[in-house]
């Protein structure tokens, strides 16, 4: 199984941004049972989780995620979507996706958030 994310760019502080993170070669039966983990990271520290999406529908924000991103997934498409609406220069970094309970990693996208 490989995992493709995209989406990742240059976007303005206050503008939205959509990852997503593809399994083409899944089977859509199977793409069903995973969830997923988006975690991000800036160079020089630690991985930090964004947000999570279960299997059966359960969501989870990190803080800094509430109110601004949302976590979905589409299961005609295989695919999983974190939205980033009202970006800060904070977020800029490394956006990864995680399938779940596989812990298999997608290949990382970049967003940079200019001020």
């Known amino acids: 199984v490989q995992l493709q994310a995209s989406g990742g760019g240059l976007v303005q502080a206050g503008g939205s941004v959509r990852l997503s993170c593809a399994a083409p070669?899944?089977?859509?039966?199977?793409?069903?049972?995973?969830?997923v983990d988006w975690h991000r990271q800036v160079p020089g520290k630690q991985r930090e989780l964004v947000a999570q999406?279960?299997?059966?529908?359960?969501?989870t924000y990190a803080d800094f995620a509430k109110g601004r991103f949302t976590i979905s997934r589409d299961n005609s498409r295989k695919t999983f979507y974190l939205r980033m609406n009202n970006v800060e220069p904070e977020d800029t970094a490394v956006y990864y996706c995680?399938?779940?309970?596989?812990?298999?990693w997608g290949q990382g996208t970049l967003v940079t958030v200019s001020s």
């Open positions: 070669r899944m089977i859509t039966s199977v793409f069903w049972t995973k969830g």
């Open positions: 995680k399938l779940k309970p596989d812990d298999l």
């Open positions: 999406l279960t299997s059966d529908g359960s969501i």
